[in-house]
């Protein structure tokens, strides 16, 4: 475990306010912002103050994977995010058999982190029920129908903290899906052949999400649009994009923001095990996965995730496809914890919230420091 030390407030940085930055400091009342207790001070001139990264999609990293159902993969998975800037991680499941996935939600109910480690505060459900004909990196073999029964058993095992469910809303089963849990849970549209009017039916059903725009679906066509023109046009439906430079063009990333605005946003990495690690061939679901510089596929030649950590996907976003920095940051804090709902915790700089925070040196957008729970990570 790495050591870390108390601080009392952040002071001479930039701090993002939720929509641009302004000039202040920041008290620390121990685990979360407020009034100032005993402690250091950090000091952050040159600096931007942004939240703690929240990502919801991502599989592992440094090694570990949320489908092993390990939860000293789940530790290590925590320290790295963490280093990396991620404070709050819902790490995704595969498609698997619902044997492997309740081992997988167990292992999340038990994980407490240690002092340099992010929270786990959901779990993203993005396979099974998704469509067979776009499993991408996804082990077909698993591939089921959306369950109402099934879902409420892991939910318990994993003792509530499922909080994104995918489906195909072409599928057997999903109407059912959809009305008996849309309350419940967030339903994401992934990995689907869905037509414009299917999707339309599923948002209007309750579905909310959309997982890696673009990626696992087909592409927007002016006679056949397809889900993306169906969720831009629903206010409350949230988009998510990989911005690692490999999964989406620079054009897409900004016609996306476009589309659906900034605020209904999320940046994510579908980082894989191998994040943090280097090249190699590494496991996803059962299958292997050959890493090459930041290309993760597996042996048909698709892609099969991210080696981009959140941080890193927010640098690309900035500095590489013109997104502003206002808005990936938004993107990859804010946004992904009002998804999940737990905004109330993360996801901004204000009183009362934990105290998670980053330093990026202006002008490079490199991480300086972070700041979990009130400490500084050293």
Same mark, same amino acid.
């Given at each position: 475990?790495? @050591? @870390?030390?108390?601080?009392?407030?952040?002071?001479?940085?930039?701090?993002?306010?939720?929509?641009?930055f302004?000039?202040?400091?920041v008290?620390?009342?121990v685990?979360?912002?407020?009034a100032?207790s005993?402690?250091?001070?950090?000091d #952050?001139?040159?600096?931007y103050?942004?939240?703690?990264?929240v990502?919801?999609?991502? %599989?592992?990293?440094?090694?570990g994977?949320? =489908?092993?159902?390990d939860?000293?993969?789940?530790?290590?998975?925590?320290?790295?995010?963490?280093?990396? /800037?991620?404070t709050?991680?819902?790490p995704?499941?595969?498609?698997?058999?619902?044997?492997?996935?309740?081992?997988?939600?167990?292992?999340?109910?038990?994980?407490? &982190? !240690?002092?340099?480690?992010? +929270?786990?505060?959901?779990?993203?459900?993005?396979?099974?029920f998704?469509? &067979?004909?776009?499993?991408?990196a996804q *082990?077909?073999?698993?591939?089921?129908? !959306?369950?109402?029964?099934?879902f409420?058993?892991?939910?318990?095992?994993?003792g509530g903290?499922?909080?994104?469910?995918?489906i195909?809303?072409?599928? &057997?089963?999903? +109407?059912?899906?959809?009305r008996?849990?849309?309350?419940?849970?967030?339903?994401?549209?992934?990995?689907t052949?869905?037509?414009?009017d299917?999707?339309?039916?599923?948002?209007?059903? /309750? #579905? =909310?999400?959309?997982?890696?725009?673009? *990626?696992?679906?087909?592409?927007?066509? %002016?006679?056949?649009?397809g889900?993306?023109?169906?969720?831009?046009?629903?206010?409350?439906?949230? #988009?998510?994009?990989?911005?690692?430079?490999?999964?989406?063009?620079?054009?897409?990333?900004?016609?996306?923001?476009?589309?659906?605005?900034?605020?209904r946003?999320?940046?994510?990495?579908?980082?894989?095990?191998?994040?943090?690690?280097?090249?190699?061939?590494?496991?996803?679901?059962?299958?292997?996965?050959?890493?090459?510089?930041?290309e993760a596929?597996?042996?048909?030649g698709?892609?099969? /995730?991210?080696v981009?950590d959140?941080?890193?996907?927010l640098?690309? #976003?900035?500095?590489d496809?013109?997104? &502003?920095?206002? =808005?990936?940051?938004? !993107? !990859?804090?804010a946004?992904?914890?009002?998804?999940?709902g737990?905004?109330?915790d993360?996801?901004?700089i204000?009183?009362?919230k934990?105290?998670?925070?980053?330093?990026?040196?202006?002008?490079?957008?490199?991480?300086?420091?972070?700041?979990?729970?009130?400490?500084?990570?050293?």
């Amino acid at each position: 475990m790495g @050591t @870390t030390t108390q601080l009392s407030g952040i002071v001479g940085g930039e701090v993002f306010d939720g929509s641009g930055f302004v000039r202040k400091d920041v008290g620390i009342a121990v685990e979360r912002f407020g009034a100032p207790s005993e402690g250091e001070e950090l000091d #952050a001139a040159g600096c931007y103050v942004i939240p703690g990264l929240v990502d919801i999609h991502f %599989h592992g990293s440094a090694g570990g994977d949320m =489908s092993d159902g390990d939860v000293e993969g789940l530790h290590k998975m925590g320290a790295y995010e963490a280093s990396r /800037g991620i404070t709050a991680m819902c790490p995704a499941t595969m498609t698997l058999s619902e044997a492997q996935l309740t081992q997988a939600a167990k292992a999340a109910a038990e994980y407490i &982190p !240690a002092a340099d480690e992010a +929270d786990l505060v959901g779990i993203n459900m993005e396979g099974p029920f998704i469509s &067979p004909s776009k499993v991408g990196a996804q *082990n077909p073999q698993h591939v089921r129908n !959306a369950a109402v029964d099934e879902f409420e058993r892991l939910q318990k095992a994993s003792g509530g903290l499922i909080k994104l469910v995918d489906i195909a809303p072409e599928e &057997p089963g999903a +109407d059912g899906f959809m009305r008996a849990l849309s309350k419940d849970v967030r339903i994401s549209v992934a990995h689907t052949c869905t037509d414009y009017d299917t999707a339309c039916r599923a948002f209007d059903a /309750g #579905a =909310s999400h959309i997982t890696h725009l673009y *990626n696992a679906m087909d592409p927007m066509h %002016h006679r056949n649009p397809g889900p993306i023109p169906a969720g831009a046009e629903r206010d409350h439906v949230m #988009a998510e994009v990989i911005a690692d430079g490999i999964h989406i063009h620079p054009a897409m990333v900004r016609l996306a923001f476009n589309m659906f605005g900034d605020d209904r946003m999320v940046l994510v990495s579908d980082t894989l095990r191998a994040a943090g690690m280097g090249d190699g061939v590494y496991d996803l679901g059962g299958q292997d996965v050959t890493v090459k510089g930041y290309e993760a596929r597996i042996d048909n030649g698709a892609l099969a /995730g991210s080696v981009s950590d959140l941080m890193r996907c927010l640098y690309v #976003a900035v500095k590489d496809m013109g997104i &502003p920095l206002e =808005s990936a940051v938004k !993107a !990859a804090s804010a946004n992904p914890a009002r998804a999940i709902g737990v905004d109330g915790d993360y996801g901004s700089i204000a009183e009362g919230k934990v105290a998670d925070a980053v330093l990026l040196e202006k002008g490079t957008l490199r991480v300086k420091a972070v700041v979990l729970r009130g400490r500084l990570i050293d």
